[in-house]
T-cell receptor, first 114, second 114 residues
Framework: EAQVTQNPRYLITVTGKKLTVTCSQN?????MSWYRQDPGLGLRQIYY???????DKGDVPEGYKVSRKEKRNFPLILESPSPNQTSLYFC?????????????FGPGTRLTVL | QKEVEQNSGPLSVPEGAIASLNCTYS??????FFWYRQYSGKSPELIMF????GDKEDGRFTAQLNKASQYVSLLIRDSQPSDSATYLC??????????????FGSGTRLSIRP
């Protein structure tokens, strides 16, 4: 089954404790992206990757890191999480990033930073 | 001015009626437009996409695009309780470059009352 998977689905952590949220897709998509979703603010892009070893900042990259060493995986790293990073996170992928490509979303990771 | 604007709702529609969801966007270079449905706590799910001016129908859903007015809408005919969700409008600019990204509106909450 074609899908985007994320782990963990739920995470409660404390300020400053490094964490990684994994994202994997099995559709051979070139483009992958991370979003956070907060009430009233919609989906905001954190980082994206056009292909292996090619990543760039989205609209809200502060406090986050990413890597793209393999085509299928795009982990999101929070080196020193803070309470304002409490949010619902979605990974998404698309074949490429042309105007006709649609994005497919993972199930989401609900992160709480205490 | 937000790049993609939607009325947050809630929009309450009786079962069996037509629900009309609206979205405006600011970038005249935008080329493709997407409607996602999102149930509470779940990931966005693509319903429809439209690239050309006019109407595009898919089952009970019709997307309407007016590029001159920078306006895109989604009509849901014969509304069902299962249509109760938040609907996200997303807009993508043209080209294959790092500038071509999807911008999401903050969503309209739709409630179908029996």
């Amino acid at each position: 089954e074609a899908q985007v998977t994320q782990n963990p689905r739920y995470l409660i952590t404390v300020t400053g404790k490094k964490l990684t949220v994994t994202c994997s897709q099995n559709m051979n998509h070139e483009y992958m992206s991370w979003y956070r979703q907060d009430p009233g603010l919609g989906l905001r892009q954190i980082y994206y990757s056009m292909n292996v070893e090619v990543t760039d900042k989205g609209d809200v990259p502060e406090g986050y890191k990413v890597s793209r060493k393999e085509k299928r995986n795009f982990p999101l790293i929070l080196e020193s999480p803070s309470p304002n990073q409490t949010s619902l996170y979605f990974c998404a992928s698309s074949l490429r990033q042309t105007s006709t490509d649609t994005q497919y979303f993972g199930p989401g990771t609900r992160l709480t930073v205490l | 001015q937000k790049e993609v604007e939607q009325n947050s709702g809630p929009l309450s529609v009786p079962e069996g009626a037509i629900a009309s969801l609206n979205c405006t966007y600011s970038d005249r270079g935008s080329q493709s437009f997407f409607w996602y449905r999102q149930y509470s706590g779940k990931s966005p799910e693509l319903i429809m996409f439209i690239y050309s001016n006019g109407d595009k129908e898919d089952g009970r859903f019709t997307a309407q695009l007016n590029k001159a007015s920078q306006y895109v809408s989604l009509l849901i005919r014969d509304s069902q309780p299962s249509d109760s969700a938040t609907y996200l409008c997303a807009v993508r600019s043209s080209g294959y470059s790092s500038a071509s990204k999807i911008i999401f509106g903050s969503g309209t909450r739709l409630s179908i009352r029996p």
